[in-house]
């Protein structure tokens, strides 16, 4: 486990409504082979539309090995958050039927990436499909052809 200790930002720095405190608690690998981020964010004097995400780039094929494309993704996910011509979520939530986004079946990342020419890939939020319940549902699958 790895640990961080918490970080804080105001508006000038970071564009919230108002000052936030944010901090990542852990990183914790699992005996069932997850990792588990645990993030938080509290807004100190304003509300503030808050939403922490990982950045992290996956090849599952390995170091050196290519490039992503041909990885196998499905994501439980029917809509994704559109976004202004600088990649800004707008709020606005939209189907992914019908569009280059739809991932609710399994397809290669690089199947229809050429038709995102102007975002050069697939920069967006996904809406994921869940239940009213609020246990853990599965979100996406990734599976590369070589290393299974």
Same mark, same amino acid.
Request: some cysteine.
């Given at each position: 486990m790895i640990s961080d200790r918490d970080k804080s930002t105001d508006i000038c720095v970071s @564009?919230?409504?108002g000052d936030v405190i944010i901090s990542v608690r852990s990183y914790i690998l699992s005996g069932k082979n997850q990792l588990v981020i645990v993030m938080k964010g509290k807004a100190l004097n304003k509300p503030t539309? *808050?939403? *922490?995400?990982?950045?992290a780039y996956w090849n599952? &094929? &390995?170091q050196n090995s290519g490039n992503i494309l041909t990885e196998v993704v499905q994501i439980f @996910?029917?809509? #994704? #958050?559109a976004v202004d011509n600088k990649l800004i979520p707008t709020g606005k939530f939209v189907y992914v039927?019908?569009? !280059?986004y739809n991932f609710l079946k399994p397809q290669s990342i690089g199947s229809? #990436?050429?038709h995102l020419a102007e975002t050069k &890939?697939?920069? #967006?939020?996904?809406?994921l499909d869940v239940e009213k319940q609020k246990k853990k549902k599965l979100a996406? !699958?990734?599976q590369d052809k070589k290393s299974g």
């Amino acid at each position: 486990m790895i640990s961080d200790r918490d970080k804080s930002t105001d508006i000038c720095v970071s @564009g919230f409504l108002g000052d936030v405190i944010i901090s990542v608690r852990s990183y914790i690998l699992s005996g069932k082979n997850q990792l588990v981020i645990v993030m938080k964010g509290k807004a100190l004097n304003k509300p503030t539309p *808050l939403n *922490l995400a990982n950045h992290a780039y996956w090849n599952l &094929g &390995g170091q050196n090995s290519g490039n992503i494309l041909t990885e196998v993704v499905q994501i439980f @996910g029917s809509q #994704i #958050i559109a976004v202004d011509n600088k990649l800004i979520p707008t709020g606005k939530f939209v189907y992914v039927k019908g569009t !280059t986004y739809n991932f609710l079946k399994p397809q290669s990342i690089g199947s229809r #990436i050429n038709h995102l020419a102007e975002t050069k &890939g697939y920069d #967006i939020n996904y809406v994921l499909d869940v239940e009213k319940q609020k246990k853990k549902k599965l979100a996406a !699958t990734v599976q590369d052809k070589k290393s299974g």
